[in-house]
């Protein structure tokens, strides 16, 4: 059983590091062709409604449907709950579909005043192609989320790569002929080839079938789990569309600064954070079912320890290397130097967010696998008003940097009410044997950031792939020379010989 699972979660990375470079590769292309442009501002605030959808469809299906299939399977009605999920949701998705692209350029309109003319045309058709593709997303996110369950995570993955695999490849084909369009209609593609790719691994085994009829009350109970689950899923990306309408109120470019720099810095948080939570997310669930507290809350502590342990000196290093990133990734074509400073700048300022929000992860897993997914929504919506006042006063006391310094106060702050009121729920969770191990890895990383720094005051005239290389592998060696000399006990639950839980 153990080494299935490592052979499941190796393959889970592969694919997830497969997707995440999909992502920047797609990044890189929109900088490429507008770089810090009107066009460039219009796709990203295109984008981020419907990608709040698209957030609130998969990653808070994937958050309640996991925990309610297994629970079905325990009785032998996994499929049939399936059956009903799809239906539902399908109808659902529609809906939202619907109602959202009548009111597109009223929306544009309001939360990005600076876009006018022929920019906010554009952004307003992209808005309603992204929208329009909600339909599909809606069945791709319950058939993902079936794959999670059955611990294929990896297909699942797979299949989230395809869709930015279609809005690469568009964006190579017709980008020079359609403009930013060409982003969104190969979204649109990408969307219907992944659920193109599921039904072919599902409809031979008649896993799904469009007969019988929807059980409403099955699917009542159901949403009634959901529904908070995918608002508290929608948490981070309401507040990015924050940041989108502040940073298009501040001026041009800043729009595509800050979404350039988010994304970027989610890059170890979405190949870390969310490998780690899927892997841990199933075992929670089946803990749970079997009401077995004590491996419930060892699971927890452990996904905490291992999320920190490899989060933290990936983010630190990263951090002391973003400028030579940011020159090495983006700065070609239409993106210049000047908005690689900028962009670092920001993306400096995320680091918080980035930790605090991929620990949340953790804690809102537990939360989910014990239905109580109303508490996650209830003090996420606190948080997007503490961001909304952040964003006023750090705009007008730092300018630009000031949205990203909210993030990850407001981050902060979110994870550790999260956190407890977790414990409270829970009677309490085994942490002294966690904070031990978190103090000897922020120690170990803080000597791995003074090396790495000292390292690169000597490189200054060298290439940014030559610097990142050598800093990088200097970082790596004196990391895991403080992992062995401080016996970190994170680093041997990685390796399978880590034992139980500290309590």
């Given at each position: 059983m153990k080494s299935k699972l490592r052979i499941a979660s190796l393959l889970l990375l592969l694919v997830t590091l497969v997707l995440k470079v999909s992502g920047l590769i797609r990044d890189m292309l929109i900088t490429n062709y507008f770089g810090a442009s009107s066009e460039s501002d219009a796709y990203y605030a295109a984008f981020a409604l419907p990608n709040m959808f698209i957030l609130f469809l998969t990653t808070g299906m994937k958050s309640a449907f996991v925990p309610s299939y297994i629970k079905y399977k325990e009785k032998s009605r996994g499929l049939s709950h399936l059956q009903d999920v799809w239906k539902g949701t399908l109808l659902f998705s529609l809906l939202i579909s619907v109602v959202f692209i009548f009111i597109a350029p009223v929306y544009i309109r309001l939360l990005y005043p600076n876009l006018t003319g022929d920019t906010a045309q554009m952004a307003t058709i992209m808005t309603i192609i992204f929208l329009s593709s909600l339909l599909f997303v809606g069945v791709n996110a319950v058939l993902e989320?079936?794959?999670?369950?059955?611990?294929?995570?990896?297909?699942?993955?797979?299949?989230?790569?395809?869709?930015?695999?279609?809005?690469?490849?568009?964006?190579?084909?017709?980008?020079?002929?359609?403009?930013?369009?060409?982003?969104?209609?190969?979204?649109?593609?990408?969307?219907?080839?992944?659920?193109?790719?599921?039904?072919?691994?599902?409809?031979?085994?008649?896993?799904?079938?469009?007969?019988?009829?929807?059980?409403?009350?099955?699917?009542?109970?159901?949403?009634?789990?959901?529904?908070?689950?995918?608002?508290?899923?929608?948490?981070?990306?309401?507040?990015?569309?924050?940041?989108?309408?502040?940073?298009n109120m501040l001026g041009r470019s800043f729009v595509t600064y800050l979404n350039i720099?988010?994304?970027?810095?989610?890059?170890?948080?979405?190949?870390?954070?969310?490998?780690?939570?899927?892997?841990?997310?199933?075992?929670?669930?089946?803990?749970?079912?079997?009401?077995?507290?004590?491996?419930?809350?060892?699971?927890?502590?452990?996904?905490?320890?291992?999320?920190?342990?490899?989060?933290?000196?990936?983010?630190?290093?990263?951090?002391?290397?973003?400028?030579?990133?940011?020159?090495?990734?983006?700065?070609?074509?239409?993106?210049?130097?000047?908005?690689?400073?900028?962009?670092?700048?920001?993306?400096?300022?995320?680091?918080?967010?980035?930790?605090?929000?991929?620990?949340?992860?953790?804690?809102?897993?537990?939360?989910?696998?014990?239905?109580?997914?109303?508490?996650?929504?209830?003090?996420?919506?606190?948080?997007?008003?503490?961001?909304?006042?952040?964003?006023?006063?750090?705009?007008?006391?730092?300018?630009?940097?000031?949205?990203?310094?909210?993030?990850?106060?407001?981050?902060?702050?979110?994870?550790?009410?999260?956190?407890?009121?977790?414990?409270?729920?829970?009677?309490?969770?085994p942490i002294k044997g966690m904070l031990a191990d978190v103090a000897k890895t922020t120690a170990s990383v803080l000597i791995m950031g003074i090396a790495v720094l000292l390292i690169k005051e000597n490189l200054n005239d060298m290439q940014p792939i030559l610097t990142i290389l050598i800093c990088s592998a200097a970082g790596v060696i004196v990391f895991l020379i403080c992992v062995f000399l401080m016996k970190i006990k994170s680093f041997y639950i990685l390796l399978g010989r880590g034992g139980s839980a500290a309590k």
């Open positions: 989320a079936y794959f999670d369950a059955e611990n294929k995570y990896y297909l699942s993955v797979l299949a989230q790569a395809i869709v930015l695999l279609g809005t690469i490849g568009s964006a190579l084909l017709f980008a020079d002929e359609i403009g930013a369009y060409a982003f969104a209609f190969g979204n649109m593609a990408g969307v219907i080839l992944s659920l193109l790719f599921k039904l072919l691994l599902l409809l031979p085994k008649r896993t799904l079938t469009w007969k019988g009829k929807i059980n409403w009350e099955d699917n009542k109970r159901f949403f009634h789990i959901f529904i908070p689950v995918a608002l508290t899923a929608m948490i981070g990306q309401i507040t990015l569309l924050i940041d989108t309408s502040f940073a720099a988010k994304n970027l810095t989610q890059f170890p948080q979405n190949i870390i954070g969310v490998t780690v939570g899927t892997i841990v997310f199933p075992l929670l669930a089946a803990a749970y079912a079997k009401q077995d507290m004590e491996s419930f809350k060892e699971n927890i502590t452990r996904g905490l320890q291992i999320m920190y342990f490899v989060l933290l000196p990936v983010l630190t290093g990263m951090m002391l290397l973003m400028p030579e990133i940011v020159t090495l990734l983006f700065v070609n074509g239409e993106f210049t130097a000047q908005h690689a400073e900028e962009t670092s700048i920001a993306a400096y300022y995320y680091f918080g967010t980035i930790l605090f929000y991929s620990l949340v992860i953790i804690v809102n897993n537990g939360f989910y696998t014990m239905e109580k997914g109303h508490y996650m929504m209830r003090l996420g919506f606190l948080s997007i008003g503490l961001k909304l006042l952040l964003n006023y006063l750090f705009t007008e006391s730092f300018g630009f940097i000031g949205i990203p310094l909210s993030s990850s106060v407001t981050g902060f702050i979110y994870a550790v009410a999260c956190f407890l009121l977790f414990r409270k729920l829970t009677g309490g969770i």
